[in-house]
T-cell receptor
Framework: NAGVTQTPKFQVLKTGQSMTLQCAQD?????MYWYRQDPGMGLRLIYY???????DKGEVPNGYNVSRLNKREFSLRLESAAPSQTSVYFC?????????????FGSGTRLTVV | EDQVTQSPEALRLQEGESSSLNCSYT??????LFWYRQDPGKGPEFLFT?????EEKEKERLKATLTKKESFLHITAPKPEDSATYLC??????????WGAGTKLIIKP
């Protein structure tokens, strides 16, 4: 089925460990996004990529880095995980920056940092 | 400061009991208001986009409306399968989405 695929679905890290969250879309969308979702709060944008070869910081970029590997793939890296990064991470894509047609989200990665 | 507030935080209804969810917003240069549905353990699923005051959109038992300060998601004769968290977001002048915290809707049979 067409859509956004995220891996892994679950991950437990120790403080200070690093990891990369993978995201791929097969809808030929230009724009891709990384969000985190915490209880009682709205989705918060970490980084986004308006097109292949470009990336920009969102609302909460500290402690994260991203790579837009090609048009399909957008990865999120935690270099030194902290307990404050415990969250559910969602990747999304859209056909335009204005999201006129709505974002398509992946199923999420539930990350726990201990 | 751009802001989106959804109310109530949670809503419990009996099957068939109609109601409305609210999304109030303050944003400079609205670039659309978006409604999404999120089921437990899944990503949000796009429902509607509204662009101007007075606009309405419908999908099955859901109808979304928009004024200059708020949007309502009306649910008519809901069924248990309508249970989910409903998220509202607004597009700002930089074409970024600002999200509300969501309303958890529970429909009891």
């Amino acid at each position: 089925n067409a859509g956004v695929t995220q891996t892994p679905k679950f991950q437990v890290l120790k403080t200070g460990q690093s990891m990369t969250l993978q995201c791929a879309q097969d809808m030929n969308h230009n724009s891709m996004y990384w969000y985190r979702q915490d209880p009682g709060m709205g989705l918060r944008l970490i980084y986004y990529s308006a097109s292949e070869g470009t990336t920009d910081k969102g609302e909460v970029p500290n402690g994260y880095n991203v790579s837009r590997l090609n048009k399909r793939e957008f990865s999120l890296r935690l270099e030194s995980a902290a307990p404050s990064q415990t969250s559910v991470y969602f990747c999304a894509s859209s056909s335009t920056e204005t999201a006129n047609y709505g974002y398509t989200f992946g199923s999420g990665t539930r990350l726990t940092v201990v | 400061e751009d802001q989106v507030t959804q109310s109530p935080e949670a809503l419990r209804l009996q099957e068939g009991e109609s109601s409305s969810l609210n999304c109030s917003y303050t944003v400079s240069g609205l670039r659309g208001l978006f409604w999404y549905r999120q089921d437990p353990g899944k990503g949000p699923e796009f429902l509607f986009t509204l662009y101007s005051a007075g606009e309405e959109k419908e999908k099955e038992r859901l109808k979304a409306t928009l004024t200059k300060k708020e949007s309502f998601l009306h649910i008519t004769a809901p069924k248990p399968e309508d249970s989910a968290t409903y998220l509202c977001a607004v597009g700002d002048s930089n074409y970024q989405l600002i999200w509300g915290a969501g309303t958890k809707l529970i429909i009891k049979p």
